[in-house]
C-alpha cells in the first residue's frame, strides 16, 4: 500500500531534550515536506526537500533540522525543543515538487513540557 | 510574501444542498492548487489537484476551479452529504524560484443530516 509512515505517533518530551520524528514514504517519491498544524496558524511548512541531499527552509525553520540521505526517508530533528514547538506536524511526499498531488502521514502530536 | 485565505471559516449546510467554497490567493506565480479535506484528528486527504495552466477539474462529486489572474479557486460539492463533513483546506505551490507551499486555514463544513 503507498504511504507516508510518521512516528511516533504522540510524543510527549521535556524542554530541550533532543528528539526525532521519522517520515517514510515508499512511493518513490522526490519532494517531501514537513508542517506544522496550530489553531488558527493553519498548516505552515517547516522543510522541504527536492530530492537526496537537496533540502530548504519553509516558512518556521527555527528550532528545527531536517537530513534528506535517501529518497524515502526525511527525518525532522529537534535539537532543543521549547514548548512553542508543542504542535501536530505532518510529513508529505510527492511524485515531483511541480505537478502531482501530495501525499500525508498521518500526523505526529508532539508535546513539550 | 504568498497568502492564502478561505472563506467562509465554517459553513454549516443541511444534506442535499449544493455548496461552494472559495480560496483566494495573492501572488499568482503558483505551480498548482491543491484542495485537501481534513478529518478530526487525522491527516490530510487529497481531493483535486489543478495546475496553474487548468481552469478546472473534477472528480465525483467535487469540482473545483482555478482563476490564477484574480487568484481565486472554488470547489463546489455537489448534493452533499453528512461524510462530506470536515475540515476542508487549500494549498498553493509557490513558483518563483522555490517550491514552498502555503496553505489556506481551512473551511470547516457540517452537513445536517
Known amino acids: 500500500e503507498a504511504q507516508v509512515t510518521q512516528n511516533p505517533r504522540y510524543l510527549i518530551t521535556v524542554t530541550g531534550k533532543k528528539l526525532t520524528v521519522t517520515c517514510s514514504q515508499n512511493m518513490n517519491h522526490e519532494y517531501m515536506s514537513w508542517y506544522r498544524q496550530d489553531p488558527g496558524l493553519g498548516l505552515r511548512q517547516i522543510y522541504y526537500?527536492?530530492?537526496?541531499?537537496?533540502?530548504d527552509k519553509g516558512d518556521v525553520p527555527e528550532g528545527y533540522k531536517v537530513s534528506r540521505k535517501e529518497k524515502r526517508n526525511f527525518p525532522l530533528i529537534l535539537e532543543s525543543p521549547s514548548p512553542n514547538q508543542t504542535s501536530l506536524y505532518f510529513c508529505a511526499s510527492s511524485l515531483t515538487g511541480t505537478n502531482t498531488e501530495a501525499f500525508f502521514g498521518q500526523g505526529t502530536r508532539l508535546t513539550v513540557v | 510574501k504568498q497568502e492564502v485565505t478561505q472563506i467562509p471559516a465554517a459553513l454549516s449546510v443541511p444534506e442535499g444542498e449544493n455548496l461552494v467554497l472559495n480560496c483566494s490567493f495573492t501572488?499568482?506565480?503558483?505551480?498548482?492548487l491543491q484542495w485537501f479535506r481534513q478529518d478530526p484528528g487525522k491527516g490530510l486527504t487529497s481531493l483535486l489537484l489543478i495546475q496553474s495552466s487548468q481552469r478546472e477539474q473534477t472528480s465525483g462529486r467535487l469540482n473545483a476551479s482555478l482563476d490564477k489572474s484574480s487568484g481565486r479557486s472554488t470547489l463546489y460539492i455537489a448534493a452533499s452529504q453528512p461524510g462530506d463533513s470536515a475540515t476542508y483546506l487549500c494549498a498553493v505551490l509557490n513558483s518563483g524560484g522555490y517550491q514552498k507551499v502555503t496553505f489556506g486555514t481551512g473551511t470547516k463544513l457540517q452537513v445536517i443530516p
Open positions: 501572488d499568482s506565480a503558483i505551480y498548482n
Open positions: 526537500s527536492m530530492n537526496v541531499e537537496v533540502t
